[in-house]
C-alpha cells in the first residue's frame, strides 16, 4: 500500500539540508508520495527507511513468469477490478492438462492437439500457451517421463502438478531449464515443495481450501525463501471459488494485504461445453491463469477470444488495418463505401454489407480507431482525409464507375468531398443496419 | 497475519421487478420471474448480495425468418411458421423462463405485416405458454408506433416487459405501457448518460423507474463484447453507489448478435472445428461474458446454448 507523505517524513533524516532540490524534508516527502520525486535524491537516507519505502510501493500483486524465450508468460501485476478503472495488464493465459497416465503414442497426439490450438483474430495471433502435465498416476517415473515427453513435443511453458513431492522432485529436474511453474503446495506439504521450488528456481503454486489457510500457506512458503507464488482455491463448489477468486482480488488491491497479492490458477472441469463457461467466467473474475482439459478447437477459440477482448486496454480502441476490404467477391461494378478503423464500427458495416450479399468495397479510412461521428468532428474524418485514403489505396483502379457511398451521419461532408474526389457522393443510412435495403434499391 | 475487512458497503442496489402476471394478480401467466436485486458486483461480497438467478428469455419471431444461419433453423424448422408452437417448444422442450417475441416481421422492409398480425401472434403466444412475455418492436419507429400499441392492448394487464423506447422515439410506448400495467425496455447506444436521459424521459411522463429494464447495444464475443461488458459493470456500480435513474435490472440480446458472428456463420473454416459446435459456442460465451459483468435477461436462441447458460448459473446462482 502507498505511504502517505506524513509516513514517508517520518522515514526521512529530517535534516532539511536541501540536497534533494527541496526546501525541507517534508517538501521532499510530499513530492515523493505524489510520484514527483525518487527515494535517491535524498542522499542520506537510511537503509532501513529505503527497504520500508520500496516495500511499500512494490506492486500490490506481484508479477510471475515461467517458461523460456518467445514462449515465456508472465501473469499478475493487476492493479483494477475492473477493465474501464484504468486496464488488465496481462491477458489470462489458456492452458490445456495432459495426464501421465497416457500412453506414449496417446501422450504424443495430445501434445500435437495442444500445440496446434493456436488461432488468428483480426491479424492478431491467439493461442494456448501452456500445457499442465497432471500426475494422475502418483508415479514419480511416470510424472518424470511424461515431463520429458512433453519438454521434447511442445515449446509451450511447462506446469507440474501434483500433491506428492517425490513426484515433483522427479519430474522438476527434467524440465527445470524451461522454468516450469510447479504446485501444489497445500498446508501438508508446503515444506518439502517451497524446497523444491527454491532449488529449482520455479515459481509455486499454493493451494488451500480458504482464503485464511491460503494466506497462511504463501507466508509460509514466502517465509521459506520462495517469492514467485501463484494463487488456487481447492473449493468445493465453482460457487465458492469464483466468489473467493473475487475476494483475494479486492484483498489484494483495495486492501494492500501482501499474503494474498499474487496471481491465481483455475483448474476447470466439467463436459466440453461446460468448461467453456466456467473457463470464460475465471477469465473475467480475476483468474490469471485457467486451465481446461479440452482440446476442441470449438471451446478454445471462444475462450481466447474472450481473453482478447476483456484484456483490451479500454483507453486505445481496437483498430483494424486501414485498406480496402473486399466482401464477397466485388468487380469493377460493385459499390465502394467507406467506414473509420475502429474496430466496432468496421466489423458492424461489414457484417450489414454481408447481410446484404451485394459483393462491395469497404475503404477504411485511419481515424485513430474513432467511430465516425467522434472522428468527424475530431477532424479526423474529412474529405482529405477520405481522398488521401482512396488515392492511398487505389480505388480508382478497381472500380470503373465513381460513386462513393458515404455514411449517413456525415451527409454535411458531401458537398466538399465531391470537390476534393470529384467522386459523385451519395449518402447512405444513418444507420448501418438499414445497409441491406439501401444497397439493394440504390445499387441495380 | 488476520484478513483485513472488505469494507466495501455499498448504499444502493438494483430493482428488483416481477414479470408476468397470474390469476390472482389479472393475467394469465401460469408462474412470474423475478429479476435484479443485486447489493453487489457479480461474485462481489457475500452470496445474499447477489441479484436473483439471471433469466434466460428464448426469441419467438412473428415471421419465418430468412435469414437464420441452419444451425438455428434445424432446431426450430417445424414450427417456424406458427409462433405459438415455437413458443411452446422453448419452454417445454428448451426451457425458456421467459418468450420473447421480436416482431421482425412488422418492419417495413422485411414482410411489412399490419397491426392485426401482431395481435394475432400475441394472442397465440399468450395462450400456448404460460411464462411472462417480453414484447420487442422492429426497430422502424413509425412502424412500432403503429402496431405496438395494439400489441400491448392485446397483453393488457399480463406485466409483459415491452419495448424498445429510444431517446428519440419514446412517447407512445410508454404511454400504452403505463396504460396497460407493462414494464418498458429503454435503449441505449452503449452510453451510460443516453441510457440514463430515455429512464428520465419516460419517468417525466409519469412512468415509474422501477418498472424500467435498461437495453444497451450488446456486442457480441470478438464483436465489440468489451464495451458492452464495461458499460454493464459501470451500470452495476452506479446502482450500487445510489443512482436511482441507473438502478434498473439489464436486458442484452445476446441471440442476434452472436449469431451474426463470422466465427458462428463460416461454414468452411479450417481449424476452428464443427459450425455446429461453433455457433452454439459463441453464443454461450457471449451470454456467460456478460453474465459476469451484471446482466438479469439474456435474449437467447439455440437450445444448445442455452443449456450451457443455465446450467453455468444454476451452478454459480443456487
Ligand atoms: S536531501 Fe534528504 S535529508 Fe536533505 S532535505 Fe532532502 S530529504 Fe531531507
Keep these: 500500500m502507498a505511504l502517505t507523505g506524513l509516513e514517508i517524513f517520518k522515514l526521512l533524516p529530517k535534516t532539511n539540508c536541501k540536497k534533494c532540490g527541496k526546501p525541507t524534508c517534508l517538501a521532499f516527502a510530499m513530492a515523493l508520495a505524489q510520484k514527483r520525486a525518487k527515494l535517491e535524491e535524498c542522499p542520506d537516507v537510511s537503509d532501513e527507511a529505503k527497504e520500508k519505502l520500496s516495500a511499500a510501493s512494490a506492486p500490490p500483486m506481484r508479477k510471475v513468469i515461467f517458461g523460456t524465450g518467445d514462449h515465456q508468460v508472465q501473469v499478475g501485476q493487476e492493479t483494477v477490478c475492473f477493465r474501464h478503472e484504468e486496464k488488465f495488464h496481462n491477458p489470462a493465459v489458456l492452458g490445456v492438462t495432459v495426464s501421465d497416465k497416457l500412453d506414449a503414442e496417446a501422450m504424443k497426439k495430445r501434445i500435437e492437439s495442444i500445440n496446434s490450438l493456436q488461432f488468428e483474430r483480426i491479424g492478431i495471433k491467439i493461442g494456448v500457451r501452456t500445457i499442465t502435465i497432471v500426475n494422475d498416476s502418483g508415479s514419480p517415473e511416470l510424472f518424470a517421463k511424461a515431463a520429458e515427453a512433453v519438454k521434447e513435443g511442445s515449446d509451450l511453458a511447462i506446469i507440474l502438478v501434483t500433491d506428492l513431492p517425490d513426484a515433483m522432485a522427479a519430474a522438476v529436474t527434467k524440465v527445470k531449464d524451461r522454468i ?22 520455479c515459481p509455486l503454486i499454493a493451494k488451500a481450501e480458504s482464503i485464511e489457510a491460503l494466506s497462511e500457506l504463501t507466508e509460509k512458503i514466502s517465509g521459506s525463501g520462495v517469492e514467485d507464488i501463484v494463487l488456487t482455491i481447492d473449493g468445493e463448489s465453482v460457487k465458492d471459488k469464483l466468489y473467493n477468486y473475487s475476494r483475494i482480488r479486492v484483498l489484494s488491491l483495495k486492501k494492500g494485504f501482501r499474503p494474498l497479492g499474487y496471481p491465481t490458477i483455475s483448474f476447470v472441469t466439467g463436459s466440453d461445453d461446460d468448461q ?26 471462444p475462450m481466447l477470444t474472450a481473453v482478447m477482448n476483456i484484456f483490451t486496454d479500454p483507453q486505445k480502441p481496437v483498430q483494424v488495418e486501414p485498406k480496402i476490404y473486399s466482401i464477397g467477391e466485388p468487380d469493377e461494378n460493385s459499390p465502394v463505401m467507406f467506414t473509420t478503423n475502429f474496430s466496432l464500427t468496421y466489423y458492424t458495416v461489414e457484417s450489414d454489407v454481408e447481410a446484404s ?27 482529405k482525409t477520405v481522398a488521401d485514403a482512396m488515392k492511398k489505396y487505389g480505388i480508382e483502379s478497381m472500380v470503373k ?3 462513393l457511398i458515404i455514411p449517413g451521419y456525415v451527409a454535411v461532408m458531401s458537398g466538399k468531398l465531391e470537390e476534393a474526389t470529384n467522386w459523385e457522393i451519395m449518402v447512405g443510412p444513418r444507420e448501418c443496419s438499414m445497409l441491406p435495403k439501401y444497397l439493394k434499391e440504390v445499387w441495380n | 497475519m488476520p484478513l483485513p475487512e472488505i469494507t466495501d458497503s455499498f448504499t444502493g442496489s438494483v430493482n428488483r421487478i416481477t414479470l408476468g402476471a397470474t390469476k390472482e394478480n389479472g393475467g394469465t401467466r401460469t408462474n412470474t420471474v423475478t429479476i435484479g436485486g443485486a447489493r453487489n458486483v457479480v461474485y462481489g461480497g457475500s452470496f445474499e448480495d447477489a441479484s436473483e438467478k439471471p433469466v434466460i428469455a428464448m426469441d ?21 411458421d406458427s409462433p405459438g408452437d415455437w413458443a411452446k417448444k422453448c419452454v417445454e422442450e428448451f426451457g425458456a423462463e421467459l418468450i420473447c417475441i421480436k416482431f421482425d416481421g412488422i418492419h417495413p422492409d422485411k414482410d411489412d405485416k399490419d397491426a392485426d398480425h401482431a395481435v394475432k401472434v400475441t394472442e397465440e403466444v399468450l395462450k400456448s405458454v404460460g411464462v411472462p412475455l417480453i414484447l420487442w418492436g422492429s426497430r422502424n419507429d413509425e412502424k412500432d408506433n403503429q402496431v405496438m400499441p395494439k400489441v400491448s392492448g392485446a397483453a393488457k394487464g399480463e406485466k409483459c416487459l415491452i419495448g424498445t423506447i429510444s431517446e428519440i422515439n419514446y412517447k407512445s410506448l410508454t404511454a400504452i405501457a403505463m396504460a396497460d400495467g407493462h414494464y418498458l425496455i429503454s435503449e441505449a447506444p452503449i452510453d451510460i448518460n ?28 470478438g464483436y465489440g463484447i468489451e464495451y458492452a461488458y464495461s458499460i454493464q459493470e459501470r451500470q452495476r456500480l452506479a446502482a450500487l453507489t445510489g443512482d436511482k435513474m441507473m438502478a434498473m435490472p439489464a436486458i442484452c440480446d445476446v441471440g442476434y448478435e452472436s449469431w451474426r458472428a463470422k466465427e458462428a456463420k463460416l461454414e468452411d473454416a479450417p481449424g476452428w472445428g464443427s459450425i455446429a459446435d461453433r455457433g452454439p459456442m459463441w453464443e454461450a460465451t457471449t451470454a456467460v461474458c456478460l453474465l459476469q459483468a451484471g446482466v438479469d435477461i439474456i435474449r437467447m436462441r439455440h437450445p444448445r446454448s442455452v443449456a450451457v447458460v443455465k446450467n453455468f448459473i444454476n451452478k454459480v446462482w443456487s
Design chain 1, 180 to 201: 516450469p511453474l510447479i504446485g501444489c503446495a497445500t498446508p501438508k506439504n508446503a515444506e518439502a515443495m517451497a524446497k523444491i521450488a527454491a532449488e529449482n528456481k
Design chain 2, 194 to 221: 443516453i441510457a440514463k436521459q430515455v429512464n428520465i424521459l419516460a419517468s417525466d411522463m409519469g412512468f415509474p423507474l422501477e418498472r424500467i429494464v435498461t437495453f444497451q447495444a450488446t456486442g457480441a464475443l
Design chain 2, 60 to 80: 419467438v419471431l412473428d415471421t419465418r425468418p430468412r435469414d437464420w444461419p441452419d444451425a438455428l433453423v434445424q432446431a426450430y424448422d417445424d414450427v417456424m
Design chain 1, 276 to 301: 467453456v463457461a466456467l473457463g470464460v467466467s475465471c477469465i473475467c473474475k480475476y483468474s490469471g491463469i485457467v486451465i481446461v482439459d479440452t482440446i476442441e478447437p470449438y471451446a478454445l477459440l
Design chain 1, 357 to 383: 450479399r451485394i459483393p462491395s468495397y469497404i475503404l477504411v479510412v485511419d481515424t485513430e480507431g474513432t467511430s465516425v461521428l467522434t472522428a468527424y468532428s475530431g477532424d479526423k474524418l474529412n474529405e
Design chain 1, 401 to 403: 464507375h465513381r460513386k
